[in-house]
């Protein structure tokens, strides 16, 4: 596989566009300063930042399953790509299955919640061979292990055929050695589907490991403190991990992010 460069590409097609979004909870809480923000096709781009300074709801607003109280968000702005016809798909921080069916079931569900939708049995075999779990479809998730849940959680995603994958911390949960792997595995996902990914994490080196670019939120009210351009091709391995380059970018980033922390105005 030849390897995939990194970067902020400004001639590919944007994915979404962020224009001064803000938002306020019902109970006056600021949770987002005004952010703008694009990410262009085929980014893997990350968000980290302090607890609490809102980078679940700037993904959120991204996935229109809340609003911006100012300012905008828009995808696909210059028109939908033509692979996944501009489909989004969400990976939450825990895989969110239902126990009483097995993993088949749970895969098929958004086309089964998606009327007209076409070679569902194709598109199941397709998802679960992606993730690397055909030998385990007639499994329940009480079978699984944790990382395995979440290797459904992210077949069920693709099984839309989606060009935009946003992940809330999908690997917070599990061990360093589970994590480690699926990282890997996501990281090859991204580049053999050519995905655009915006993913949040808590871990700098994850993100550092993962991304193409790193976006370094303030402390509530969110904002974007800073962003670094990780510049080291794909695919990545552990000799990567043990690079000084890599230990570079976490050292930068581990600065940054100590400085964000003190940048928001709540206490």
């Given amino acids: 596989m030849a390897a995939a460069r990194p970067g902020h590409v400004t001639d590919r097609p944007l994915v979404v566009e962020i224009d001064g979004a803000e938002k306020v909870f019902e109970n006056g809480l600021r949770a987002l300063a005004p952010i703008s923000l694009a990410v262009r096709e085929r980014e893997f781009a990350t968000i980290i930042g302090p607890s609490g300074c809102g980078k679940s709801t700037l993904l959120r607003l991204v996935a229109s399953l809340a609003t911006p109280t100012a300012g905008s968000v828009r995808l696909w702005p210059q028109g939908a790509a033509a692979r996944g016809s501009g489909r989004v798909a969400f990976v939450f921080q825990s895989p969110t299955l239902m126990a009483w069916a097995d993993v088949e079931a749970n895969v098929r569900l958004p086309l089964d919640l998606e009327d007209g939708a076409a070679d569902r049995a194709g598109r199941v075999d397709r998802a ?23 290797r459904v959680s992210i077949a069920r995603a693709l ?29 090859d996902l991204w580049t053999r589907e050519a995905l655009t990914i915006l ?5 700098i080196y994850e993100a550092a490991f993962l991304s193409t670019r790193v976006l370094v939120m303030s402390s509530r009210p969110g904002r974007i403190f800073a962003e670094v351009a990780i510049d ?11 690079s000084e380059r890599y230990a570079g ?8 992010l100590s400085a964000a922390a003190d940048s928001g105005s709540a206490k």
């Fill in 249 to 256: 970018y976490c050292a930068k980033l581990t600065d940054l």
């Fill in 199 to 203: 993913f949040v994490t808590h871990s």
């Fill in 159 to 187: 099984v839309t055929e989606p060009s935009l994958l946003l992940m809330d911390e999908p690997f917070g949960a599990l061990d360093e050695i589970t994590r480690a792997r699926l990282d890997r595995e996501l990281a």
């Fill in 128 to 150: 679960l061979s992606l993730v690397g779990l055909e030998e385990f479809r007639a499994a329940h998730p009480r079978q699984l292990s944790g990382g395995m849940q979440m």
């Fill in 232 to 242: 080291a091709p794909h695919p990545r391995d552990e000799a990567f991990r043990g």
